[in-house]
């Protein structure tokens, strides 16, 4: 969940996988209490703190921000970018107007 907490019904699933530098995602999030404004992998950071956006998602939403919807595609990651990953030190972050902070958090877990 996001720190500090936000009241939301909003949910969301990612699959994300790394193929050497290359970072690919699919993120799904519905039930926003507005639609998103921004997307952003945050790191590092583990799952009690808050760190700095370092991947922009926006870019890779698929059609327009909504209450629900999509985003998908691949980023090329520096090797900081890659290790905050790797290290399960990243979060992905969905953010609305009534909640600029972030309404949904899920932080990234290798396995």
């Not at 926003?32 to 790191?43: D, E, F, K, Q």
């Not at 922009?56 to 290790?83: E, M």
């Not at 990243?90 to 309404?103: C, F, K, L, R």
Request: hydrophobic share 40%; charged share 5%; net charge neutral.
């Amino acid at each position: 969940g996001e720190v500090p907490a936000v009241n939301t019904t909003a949910t969301g699933s990612a699959q994300l996988w790394l193929a050497g530098n290359q970072l690919f995602f699919n993120i799904t999030y519905s039930g926003l209490s507005g639609p998103a404004t921004l997307a952003h992998i945050h790191g590092p950071a583990g799952p009690a703190a808050t760190a700095s956006p370092i991947i922009d998602l926006a870019p890779f939403k698929v059609g327009a921000f909504g209450t629900s919807g999509a985003i998908a595609g691949s980023v090329t990651l520096t090797r900081a970018q890659y290790n905050a990953i790797a290290d399960g030190m990243t979060y992905v972050n969905i953010h609305t107007a009534a909640n600029g902070g972030g309404e949904i958090r899920g932080q990234i877990v290798p396995q």
